[in-house]
């Protein structure tokens, strides 16, 4: 007798367990698990499966009107899936228990430049406009030092209605890809239909060592002013023309922090 209601027992305490799960409430689990130190979350509602966080702070950067929701098919692959909404984009998180490999896919979120120049630092001439990043896929890597790697970044970022502070101009929009190719950081920087006509390339090798290559061509009604900011960073080749020409290498610090292959 035991023999034939021992299986159906089974199956009913797992699904009992996994109901349970689903429906602790996630502030509750938030108390139980601290965060880390740079990250402060306020009015958190809701389940595991599915809620709403009203403020998040991470390394200083404000985030607001989360709502997110929980992907249960990716426990199939002993993953944790959620799908993010808030108030300045969207994109998809997963995490792996085992690995602690985290992977950011189908990011799309917009932030204008007056709420990224706090983290800029101290700049001679602070940009307006906005910026869009959109990237298919971010890897994130947690060694068994507890350091943080980021690799496999494929994606680009947009800056719409490009301009300076003080400055009453649009320059347009500009585009900067980024891939991974041949154990590298390909770049590519474009103009989109603007006032600056810019080609330029770059790379990163594993070793630190980068390269920069960027010609520009200035439209012939472009401000004084915005020419006379193009050469302190930009050698003037010949009328309306510049050209920046970089290499060197970065700080093994900085290189540490990225992956350099397509594999966790």
């Not at 770059?202 to 439209?219: M, Q, W």
């Amino acid at each position: 007798m035991m023999k034939k209601i021992w299986k159906p027992a089974l199956f009913f305490v797992f699904c009992l367990a996994i109901f349970v799960v689903i429906n602790i409430p996630v502030a509750l689990v938030f108390k139980q698990v601290p965060l880390p130190k740079n990250i402060n979350l306020y009015d958190v509602k809701g389940r595991i499966t599915s809620g709403h966080i009203a403020t998040a702070y991470v390394n200083n950067i404000d985030i607001r009107d989360i709502n997110y929701e929980a992907d249960l098919s990716c426990l199939i692959t002993l993953e944790v899936c959620y799908e993010i909404n808030y108030q300045n984009g969207k994109t998809s998180i997963s995490f792996n228990p085992l690995t602690q490999n985290i992977i950011i896919e189908q990011l799309d979120v917009e932030y204008s430049m007056a709420e990224l120049t706090p983290l800029m630092g101290q700049l001679l001439v602070k940009p307006t406009g906005e910026l869009n990043l959109k990237f298919n896929q971010i890897n994130i890597k947690q060694n068994n030092a507890n350091q943080i790697k980021i690799g496999n970044i494929d994606g680009q970022v947009i800056w719409r209605n490009a301009g300076i502070e003080g400055e009453d101009i649009n320059l347009g929009d500009y585009q900067l890809g980024v891939a991974v190719e041949d154990n590298s950081y390909r770049f590519k920087l474009t103009d989109i239909k603007a006032m600056l006509d810019i080609d330029g390339t770059g790379r990163l090798k594993s070793n630190g060592e980068y390269l920069i290559d960027i010609k520009i061509k200035a439209d012939l009604s472009l401000d004084n002013n915005i020419k006379s900011m193009l050469t302190l960073a930009a050698k003037k080749k010949g009328l309306n023309e510049y050209a920046i020409n970089r290499q060197g290498l970065l700080p093994p610090h900085l290189t540490n922090q990225l992956l350099f292959s397509d594999e966790l």
